[in-house]
């Protein structure tokens, strides 16, 4: 009996009958599978990982961006305080040298004519105030919103956390400024015609109260209270002053404004 064996298929004889055998290639086949879903796995992680740095660059480059933003607002808003604060110190030193001339004429025995009348010209001491409104938006965004994490310098935020805390002294001590001209202003209105301070000694003859005489001495220490709460005030604003342009070098050195 003659068997015709199938072209390049192995077979076994079993008594008279041969049986062909299978051949599997499944285990080339699962590998090359598996080489390509790793493969297809890793560029796809590769494909996040790198999404993510650019993402990261992104908003750091973002975050630096909005740094010097703030910063140069935060410039631009010292560099307006330290304008006011210069004009306010200004104006001040005339109020000061008024109000020792308005103390010195309160407290003579005797004041004539002529020096009730140059103290009517003075009252503008007591009744003009200048202070300093502070420019605090940029200081405002940076604490309210977060944004005070953008800056990097540990320096400058420690300078800039400073500054605001003494603008909150500061506004402390103009609320005193201003309760103790509003009683000058309360006893000036007693005794002397504020109109003729007003209109800067333009009316003619400034009428005077018949209680005049026995209030010089209660309006001399209420110009000297004036007096010591504008000094104490010019003398924070001095070294407020002072913090704000050195605040603006360390940020300027900082950020590469020089």
Known sequence: ??????????????????????????????????????FEFFMLFLAVFAGSVAEY???????????????ESMVKDLKSDASDMRQTLAFDARKLKGLDSMINILSTPTISVTEITH???????????YPVSFSTGT?????????????????????IMSYDSNITQIDGQRKGYSEYTKEGIDKMSEMMDLRYIVADG???????SASF??????????????????SSYDNMLKQQLQHADLLIKLIDKEYGRE
């Open 139 to 159: 200081l405002t965004q940076l604490k309210y919103s977060g944004s005070l994490r953008l800056v990097r310098n540990q320096a400058v935020v420690d300078s």
């Open 1 to 38: 009996m003659h068997f015709h064996a199938q072209a390049n298929i192995p077979f076994i004889i079993l008594g008279h009958k041969s049986i062909p055998m299978e051949v599997h290639h499944h285990t080339h086949t699962d590998r090359s599978k598996l080489k390509h879903y790793l």
């Open 57 to 71: 660059q992104l908003e750091h480059i973002n975050e630096h961006s909005h740094e010097k933003e703030y910063m």
């Open 213 to 230: 005489a026995a209030n010089t001495f209660s309006l001399a220490n209420k110009a000297a209270l004036i007096k010591g709460v504008v």
């Open 119 to 129: 103290m009517h010209k003075l009252g503008w001491a007591i009744l003009v105030n």
């Open 202 to 208: 333009k009316i003619p003859g400034p009428k005077i």
